[in-house]
């Protein structure tokens, strides 16, 4: 298996959905005390080159690190990447799941994501064990698994490749055949639900990293539990469902009501026996489970008490230039994801309205009932209810980064290494941005605090001059600044 890894390199990259920030806002709203992301510890099992880690120990200096993994090339090209950013909060080490335990010591996050599926079944019995005898009390682990029915699909199409491919080594060749057998397959198949559903596999297929499919869908080992075989081991190993990692999954906001009523009575009323209902009828092939020591006693739905103490985004914007925000009249907002919502309520308008104006700012609880007025129970309530329908972002801390880019702009440093060699950089909300904007990657490895914006725009002025970019304008104060305000607004620079 660690051959596999070392023989093919996993690229990391910063997952939104395991990092603390993420997993204290759920744990809280269950009723976890759940430590601060500013100021706590985290393993991550199987981390491979640190993709995921490494961003997370940059953006909080406070925090310590440990990622291990079995694959020495990934670790050692994490560990240059640690050197070379100069983070001293962070340790990768080369090891085993098998022999991993209780030397790493205590962590009040464990994230294990795209390992569980992928190990045999010690390794598997052992994750959970590190996620139970290494979590703080209050702690919680991020565990990531295929899952049935969904992945029976996936698993007809994995079962006909690994017989085809039978001899074919070399892995490059692997992917490559793979792609052409499934395609002529699904030319060849004679009913239109076979060829949807080659075609489904196709594009899965081609659309992933080729290193992504010679790992994920062509190694030996593949397990995917049901939800409740998942709990179940879960249980065996001191451990309780919390929720996943992605909250509107959580508030079954994607099914209609009746729906959602005759899955619950078939679950006779039990939530866990309803969340696997859930699955059979959405056909579920994946999933992000949070889990905490059995013992915590937990609150049996997100309450929205909490929210009261943290903070605020959106990208939602209203349909009408000027909303009117007075109450009785109908107004509409919209996100990037999420159903639109329309209010005719002042303190769901205003609330909605302050977001967008800051956006992509993050605003405290108490800032945002100051502008909205109104009850601060129903505005918590109606936070909850958006932060399940993907219509805000929450935070338990502050924003992390400056919105105004300072004097001498400094970007994230890691974004100024990553844009030395591809378009692709990890903000310091732990996302991507493609820089696809040429002289935008160049500005971002010139942002170390040494230029003020007359020097930067020196800098941009003599590169365009040697490397002229087709269409590009004229560098002037307004264009400098509009570029720097973007980078800011993408979440890359520190200062
Ligand atoms: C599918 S990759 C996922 C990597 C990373 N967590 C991510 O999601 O980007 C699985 C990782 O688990 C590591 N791994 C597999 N078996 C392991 C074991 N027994 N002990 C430690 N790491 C292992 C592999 O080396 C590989 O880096």
Known sequence: MADAYNRVRYIGFPMAQTHPDRLAVIARLFGLAASPPGECRVLELGCADGGNIIPMALALPRSRFTGFDSAAQAVAQGRALVAALGLNNITLLERDLMEAGAELGEFDYIIAHGVYSWVPEEARERLLQICRDNLAPQGVAYVSYNA?????????????????????????????????????????????????????????????????????????????P????????????????????????????????????????????????????????????????????????????????????????????????????????????????????????????????????????????????????????????????????????????????????????????LARLQAKDGTLVTTLRHAQVDLADHIDRCLVQWLDGTRDRPALAAALHAFLESNPVAGAQPVTPESLEMRLDRLARQALLVA
């Open 148 to 224: 049935l029915p969904g992945f029976h699909r996936r698993e007809m199409f994995r079962q006909m490749l690994l017989f085809h491919l039978a001899g074919v080594e070399d892995p490059a060749d692997r992917v490559r055949q793979a792609i052409a057998f499934i395609e002529s397959l699904g030319q060849s198949a004679p009913s239109p639900l076979a060829r949807a559903l080659f075609a489904e596999e196709l594009q899965h297929l081609t659309q992933s990293h080729w290193w992504y499919v010679y790992h994920d869908d062509l190694e030996p080992v593949n397990y995917a």
């Open 226 to 413: 049901y939800f409740h075989e998942f709990l179940a081991q879960a249980r065996a190993h001191g451990l309780q469902y919390l929720g996943e990692a992605h909250f509107p999954e959580i508030e079954s906001g994607l099914y209609n009501k009746p729906a959602v009523e005759k899955l619950r009575q078939w679950a006779q009323g039990d939530a866990l026996r309803t969340e696997q209902y859930i699955d059979f009828v959405r056909g579920r092939l994946f999933r992000q489970t949070l889990l905490c020591r059995a013992e915590v006693a937990l609150w049996p739905s997100p309450h929205p008490d909490p929210l009261t103490a943290m903070y605020f985004a959106s990208a939602v914007s209203p349909v009408s230039p000027a909303p009117d925000l007075s109450p009785g009249v109908w107004e509409e907002f919209r996100a990037p994801h999420g159903a639109p919502l329309r209010s005719d309520d002042p303190q769901v308008k205003t609330a909605l309205a302050r977001l967008h104006a800051v956006w992509p700012q993050f605003m405290p609880f108490a800032e945002l009932l100051a502008q909205a007025g109104g009850e601060p129970a129903l505005l918590a309530d109606f936070l909850l209810h958006t932060y399940g329908a993907e219509l805000v972002e929450v935070s338990v801390r502050p924003d992390p980064f400056p919105l105004r880019p300072g004097e001498r702009p400094v970007a994230s440093p």
